[in-house]
């Protein structure tokens, strides 16, 4: 189990790494000590992230630890004493389960197409664990297929204590930003949607308890590639 000094948050789901990322850079600007632990089957992340080579799948990216590959590594074997903040990417792996109730907070991140939905739904269905829960739908577009149905789907607010939620119209800037986020090794994320800046501010100030003011300087910095 992780120390009280710890704070453990996970993501599942899809199209995530840009927020992983983004929180990373604004909690590493404030000082905390992160690691950044990718357990999902996807390993997205590491498309996002110069990998260094015969790193063991283990490397520091800006200040920060990466563990790649950790799919079938418990939560248990990481060494936690090391770090003040941990994010893990749980992605849709079901040998993840064990370890949610080791995190303060589930970020449940999707878009809105169903081979992303369905799998999510049926991984958050499995998990007893009922954690708090954010949950995030991006890429919105007019039509049939609204929030109100992925939720339907996904059954997040049964499944699990949900605090939060937010929904994402698709933004060209913000889809901008999320690429750069993979092929840029010092991503900026200056021009992001004022809505999802403020998703952003709401996770620091409310999952990890910084002071606002001080948490907007910390995204300001981040977001010019601090």
Same mark, same amino acid.
């Given at each position: 189990m992780y120390g009280d000094? *710890?704070? *453990? *948050?996970? @993501?599942?789901? @899809?199209? =995530? &790494?840009?927020?992983?990322?983004y929180l990373s850079? !604004?909690?590493y600007v404030l000082?905390? =000590? #992160?690691? #950044? *632990?990718?357990? &999902?089957?996807?390993?997205? $992340?590491s498309f996002s992230v110069p990998i260094v080579p015969s790193s063991n799948n283990i490397f520091e990216y800006r200040g920060i630890d990466i563990y790649l590959r950790c799919n079938n590594t418990p939560l248990n074997d990481i060494p936690k004493n090391k770090y003040s903040v941990v994010f893990i990417d749980f992605?849709?792996?079901?040998?993840t389960y064990e370890d949610l109730s080791q995190i303060k907070a589930l970020f449940i991140v999707t878009d809105?197409? =169903?081979?992303?939905? !369905?799998?999510?739904?049926?991984?958050l269905n499995n998990q007893t664990a009922r954690p708090v829960s954010i949950r995030i739908i991006r890429d919105i577009v007019s039509g049939k297929i609204r929030p109100r149905y #992925?939720?339907? $789907?996904?059954q997040a607010g049964q499944k699990t204590q949900m605090i939060a939620k937010y929904d994402f119209p698709i933004n060209e800037i913000d889809y901008?930003?999320?690429? $750069?986020s993979q092929y840029d090794d010092v991503f900026p994320f200056a021009k992001i949607s004022k809505e999802f800046k403020s998703m952003l501010l709401d996770c620091i100030t409310e999952i990890f308890e910084k002071d606002r003011n001080a948490a907007i300087k910390a995204i300001r910095k981040a977001q010019i590639g601090g």
């Open positions: 000094n *710890v704070t *453990v *948050v996970g @993501f599942a789901g @899809f199209c =995530k &790494s840009d927020i992983i990322l850079r !604004i909690l000082g905390e =000590k #992160i690691a #950044i *632990v990718d357990r &999902s089957t996807e390993q997205q $992340l992605g849709i792996n079901p040998e809105c197409n =169903k081979q992303h939905t !369905i799998p999510l739904s049926i991984w #992925i939720d339907s $789907l996904l901008s930003s999320r690429l $750069l």
